[in-house]
């Protein structure tokens, strides 16, 4: 039984499966302290990645094992909520959930990551792409978390 698989088992509750998010991202710890601490309850993605990548949806009710930068096991999210909507009406619920204190913040923050992994997948990224909008709570965390 591997790590994570210990972490799930150990956490006591009956998950029959779960999905392994890593933030890869310089900010990794940071963005893992704010889902902690209940600042970050929420992630957007645009669909378009998620064909691209040939990733599932998220849906309400699956889990998620969170790791930190050492690829430990720190937390396990369940989703509540999915929305899928164009970008330009992303509501600023969203950006609250993720931890943004405007949607005008959220909004000029999310453009650049966007535009940037749309031209790595060779699109040209635009207002009217959907988003996918995941919120969640944290279900179970780490000892001493």
Not at 36 to 65: H, I, W
Not at 89 to 115: I, M, P, Q, S
Request: proline share 3%.
């Amino acid at each position: 039984m591997d790590q994570i698989e210990k972490f799930v088992k150990n956490s006591g509750l009956a998950i029959p499966a779960y999905n392994v998010c890593f933030y890869d991202s310089n900010g990794t710890n940071e963005i893992l302290d704010n889902i902690l601490c209940g600042k970050k309850r929420a992630n957007t993605g645009l669909f378009s990645l998620f064909e691209a990548q040939m990733q599932l949806l998220p849906r309400t009710g699956d889990y998620t094992v969170v790791l930190d930068s050492d690829m430990q096991p720190r937390c396990i999210t369940r989703t509540t909520k999915v929305e899928v909507v164009p970008f330009e009406d992303v509501t600023a619920d969203c950006a609250a959930a993720e931890g943004n204190r405007t949607l005008a913040a959220w909004k000029k923050a999310h453009r650049k990551v966007f535009a940037a992994a749309c031209e790595e997948i060779g699109m040209d990224f635009g207002e009217s792409m959907k988003c996918v909008c995941e919120y969640f709570d944290v279900v179970y965390r780490a000892d001493g978390q």
